[in-house]
């Protein structure tokens, strides 16, 4: 960072008060560090993916020529940005008006309080921060030994792969099959044996024909067992355990694995963190003492309206994750949920339906505990909100140019979205087998949820990891209803029906 990025003794003020308001309502968050930057910075950090240094690529240039030119010419603006780590650190943009600050302010302690304490992230790395800078130390020490453009190359390769990870792996507990070593200890176990007399033993099974019957015992264990045992969707992790790659590559394929999910949950949380740190900006804005003026109450109103505006044909995770909160809130308010409360069919008393339960609140901050996007719209997205936030499918109109409704039907709406947002709507790919025809070839498969694969990413997804794997590599899927396998042999692509 370039300059004085300490904050004002005017903003310090406001940072402490506004602290002093998020801790009265109950949020619970690390240290939190506020530092002003300029725009240029701002883009700098952004490029980074949040971070004030990384790895060098290519890449981060490019993100940054990106987002100035977005700013340049009016098309996007970043207020802040936070880092989960331990402390928090978040910038503030010095550009903003003093309202702006606040409500960023506000807002980042939403996001500090859902970093420490949602579920999604409780298996991520607090000192990041830190582990970005040995990345990007560890990088520069190896293109010093082998070479910037290989290690460039190698990078690229690696990012291309990247969402092939398991999601859920942080928070699986490991159960180690047998390797060849205990296979062998097995098979060195006693062997059928032809019946003879004692002392004829040494003759009718001499020791060379023992250890032959261990060795089929050995090449059965091994045909009898596949490799591996069950698809494995980490295919990263596959790849870093067992192929042929030097040390130096299993460093850079390591590293891209843990920065993958690092950010993973934070993928996986966009729509509910998002609605949270709303949530709660608009709560200390309006609703307690943050000393605002007449105008800065029109500033701020304008500023959020702009934040949570709904535009057809496109989700705003703000708008979605703050009002399904809401929708939360009021309904374990008003005794809206339990057995008796599904089971009624009209909608009338559906809406009437109060009990005074006042539960509301508490309700909030177990969503906030345990949940991710999934699982929230899953749970709490139903017809009621469906049809009070006028949430409909939209469609491009070619006659028109215009996005028009398509559907106002509840399951295709929900159906649709979770599609949209289960593994941030990526395909998911599994490791099938390692020794594919007995040859070392490594077999992938798509499991196929309705939309097919896009063939031209496909096969340069399958050509990269062949560059890691060094055998042909193929990957099982469905075209148009039919069973495919597309292939890679270092050469050629190749698309089979089977």
Known sequence: MIGDTALTTQLQEIACRIEQRAKEVGLDFFTTVFEVVDYQQLNEIAAYGGFPTRYPHWRWGMNYEKLSKSYTYGLSVIYEMVINNDPCYAYLLHSNSLVHQKTVMAHVYGHCDFFKNNYWFSKTNRKMLDKMANHATMVRRLIDEVGHDEVESFIDVCLSLENLIDLHDPFKKETPGL????????????????????????????????????????????????????????????????????????????????????????????????????YWHSKMMTEMDTRLSASEIVDYCDHYAGVVANHPGQLNPYRLGVELLRHVERRWDRGQFGLEYLDCDDPKVRAEWDTGAGQGREKLFEVRRFHNDVTFIDDFLDEDFCHATKMFLYDMDPRTGKYVITSRDFKSIKQQLMAQISNFGQPIIEVQDANFRNRGELLLVHNHEGVDLQQSFANEVIKNIYQIWKRPVYVTTLVEGSRRRLGFDGSNHSVDKI
């Not at 250890?211 to 596949?226: E, P």
């Not at 042929?244 to 934070?266: G, N, T, V």
């Open 179 to 278: 390797d060849e070593q205990q296979i062998t200890r097995m098979t060195r176990g006693p062997v059928a044996k032809l019946a003879s007399k004692t002392y004829m033993d040494d003759y009718v099974n001499p020791k060379d024909f023992l250890d032959q019957q261990r060795q089929k015992s050995l090449s059965l264990a091994n045909q009898s067992r596949a490799f591996p045992a069950e698809p494995v969707r980490d295919v990263l992790k596959f790849l870093l355990n067992h192929a042929p790659i030097s040390s130096w590559q299993k460093k850079i394929l390591a590293m891209i694995r843990d920065e993958a999910y690092y950010f993973a949950p934070q993928g996986q949380t966009k729509i509910l963190n998002e609605g949270w740190a709303t």
